[in-house]
């Protein structure tokens, strides 16, 4: 069964429509309809979104699972150990230029997580993306795997996944004063520009979670 089929199940046993899931989680309302006619691909803000209001895992939307709470690791972990080992499904592709599209279903690939990343941390507050463009060169390359911490917020400075001007998904160093209306996106590659986001279009601006971890080598910062 599908991603697509599966919240469609979950509409149908609540006997409930896609739009008025919309209203209650904050989707386009024509969201499903979207999905199924590609106009639109789910995000994984979107999806978290949904398998938080069903109570269904991660994992079951993306079809790792007919468990509806999952195969990964519990909500709450209890304790920590030096041989715990979490794999993450590498949900898609992040621009790291401008101009780039999400495309956040999962890919077919898993990545085995170091655990002192995760420690005593929410693992469902983690997920794992697929870097594309070079705007971030070298600091990140193009094809890298990225761990992203989820928030909506980050401090200045922070290098963060961050959707604008509607379905477009980067990821950048984020930088900001504080009571100011704006917010620059910028990159490591000298090559690419600086981008000012200000005034109403911070409504259209959303911080999906901060890069904490590069999968090459090393911890990145």
């Known amino acids: 069964m599908t991603t697509l089929e599966k919240i469609q199940e979950l509409l149908n046993k609540r006997n409930m429509s896609a739009y008025k899931l919309s209203l209650e989680i904050g989707l386009n309302k024509t969201f499903l309809t979207d999905w199924k006619n590609s106009k639109a691909k789910p995000s994984a803000d979107a999806l978290t979104k949904i398998a938080d ?20 690791a519990p909500n709450v972990l209890q304790t920590y150990s030096e041989n ?7 949900i898609g592709t992040i621009a790291a230029g401008y101009n780039g599209f999400a495309d956040e279903e999962y890919t077919g690939e898993d990545i085995v997580v170091p655990p002192h990343l995760i420690k005593t941390h929410n693992p469902n507050d983690y997920f794992v993306l697929q870097v594309k463009g070079n705007s971030m060169y070298p600091l990140l390359e193009d094809g890298d795997k990225v761990l992203v911490k989820r928030c909506n917020s980050v401090d200045s400075g922070t290098i963060a996944a961050v959707g604008y001007n509607g379905n477009e998904v980067t990821v950048k160093k984020v930088e900001y004063v504080n009571g100011e209306d704006w917010l620059r996106l910028i990159p490591r590659n000298p090559e690419y520009p600086v981008k000012t986001i200000s005034g109403s279009d911070l409504d259209q601006c959303h911080i999906y979670g901060e890069v904490v971890y590069l999968f090459r080598d090393k911890i990145i910062f």
């Open 53 to 72: 209001y069903f109570n269904v895992s991660f994992d079951y939307l993306l079809g790792r699972t007919e468990n509806p709470k999952g195969i990964s």
């Open 84 to 90: 715990d080992i979490y794999s993450f499904p590498v």
